[in-house]
């Protein structure tokens, strides 16, 4: 089945909304489609995984990547990062889950995934 990574990296307010809500939108047709959706969170935008702000695109953010996990949808993020900023617990806490980013961008080669980026 042909896969589709949304891949988000910027943490500027459309970045984030943008691609927590394609990948939602591709999550609601990804049966029908017969394609298979992971998001991969990297760079500012996981750090925006754990801002406390209370800045609401934000905080919708947060919300919309916990949506995708709790809806079955593969969400992962840089272990090196995670290790290095102290959200390993947080983050896996949540269902997301960490590899190293290197790892996870071959295999995207390797399966011959579309990844699109915000």
Same mark, same amino acid.
């Given at each position: 089945? @042909? !896969?589709? &990574?949304?891949? #988000?990296?910027?943490?500027?307010? %459309?970045?984030?909304? %943008? *691609? ?5 939108? #591709?999550?609601?047709?990804? /049966?029908? /489609? !017969? ?7 990297? $760079? @500012? %935008? /996981? $750090? ?7 800045? @609401? &695109? =934000?905080?919708?953010? =947060? ?9 079955g949808? @593969?969400? *992962?993020?840089?272990l090196?990062a995670?290790t290095?900023? $102290?959200s390993?617990?947080?983050?896996? $806490?949540r *269902?997301?889950?960490? /590899?190293? %980013? =290197? ?5 995207? *080669?390797?399966?011959?995934?579309? &990844?699109?980026?915000?």
């Open positions: 089945m @042909p !896969k589709t &990574v949304i891949f #988000i990296f910027h943490d500027d307010d %459309a970045s984030l909304n %943008a *691609g927590s809500h394609v990948a939602e939108r #591709i999550r609601q047709v990804a /049966q029908e /489609q !017969k394609v298979e959706l992971e998001v991969f969170c990297f $760079g @500012p %935008a /996981q $750090g925006a995984l754990s801002d406390e702000t209370d800045n @609401p &695109v =934000r905080i919708e953010y =947060r919300e919309q990547i916990d949506a995708l996990v709790a809806a949808v @593969p969400v *992962g993020a840089c090196n995670a290095a900023n $102290g390993v617990d947080e983050l896996t $806490g *269902g997301i889950a960490l /590899q190293f %980013a =290197r790892d996870a961008f071959a295999r995207y *080669g390797l399966e011959g995934a579309s &990844v699109v980026s915000f």
